[in-house]
């Protein structure tokens, strides 16, 4: 039990695209969820936390407008990175926590390659 | 939130014991440790969590001494697929709060 879905898994696009990133938890509700950003032989990043609901809580140096995050329900949310340029290349990455006393569950990651 | 220092490297070999030790000098009384690995290219994974003594499941030993400022990530018989980043982390298992990642300690199993 404790799934969580990203996707797609991998994504190509040209410089001033829009695109989607889809994290879905499968088997659980979660209010919470997090988006992370990890560059090559980097540590994870938190990005912003996900609130369902309301509005999302960013992380210092984070554009908001840039990343727009969506917990429309208790099972999914959206990070839209807005037209996307090379240096938004990375592997994004998001979890969820099924309940109190219970770990973190992450997705397999996004890998998002802007030419 | 208490900040974790580890290793940033191990070497091992095929069939060892690892042992890998995690500082967290300012861990609260409420926090746990949690340990992940990591595999390029995935999302981490859930390895073991504590919260004081021992704890053991059928993938990992957990060592949390009485003071609870380190802890040791025991992997018995390392096989290479064991090669990852491993990360450990201190949190509140109420509430959401969110996770800060260390650098982690990246393992390299070898023949």
């Known amino acids: 039990g404790a799934v969580v879905s990203q996707h797609p898994s991998w994504v190509i696009c040209k410089s001033g695209t829009s695109v989607k990133i889809e994290c879905r938890s499968l088997d659980f509700q979660a209010t919470t969820m997090f988006w992370y950003r990890q560059f090559p032989k980097q540590s994870l990043m938190l990005m912003a936390t996900s609130n369902e609901g309301s509005k999302a809580t960013y992380e210092q140096g984070v554009e908001k407008d840039k990343f727009l995050i969506n917990h429309a329900s208790l099972t999914l949310s959206t990070l839209t990175v807005t037209s996307a340029h090379p240096e938004d290349s990375s592997f994004y990455i998001c979890s969820a926590r099924p309940g109190e006393y219970q770990p973190q569950h992450f997705g397999d990651g996004t890998r998002l390659s802007i030419l | 939130l208490a900040k974790t220092t580890q290793p940033i490297s191990m070497d091992s070999y095929e069939g060892q014991e690892v042992n890998i030790t995690c500082s967290h000098n300012?861990?609260?009384?409420?926090?746990?440790i949690t340990w992940y690995q990591q595999f390029p290219s995935q999302g981490p994974r859930f390895i073991i969590q504590g919260y004081k003594t021992k704890v053991t499941n059928e993938v990992a030993s957990l060592f949390i001494p009485a003071d609870r400022k380190s802890s040791t990530l025991s992997l018995p018989r390392v096989s290479l697929s064991d090669t990852a980043v491993y990360y450990c982390?201190?949190?509140?298992?109420?509430?959401?709060?969110?996770?800060?990642f260390g650098t982690g300690t990246r393992l390299l199993v070898s023949p």
């Open positions: 982390l201190v949190e509140k298992n109420t509430g959401f709060q969110k996770l800060v």
């Open positions: 300012n861990i609260a009384t409420n926090d746990y």
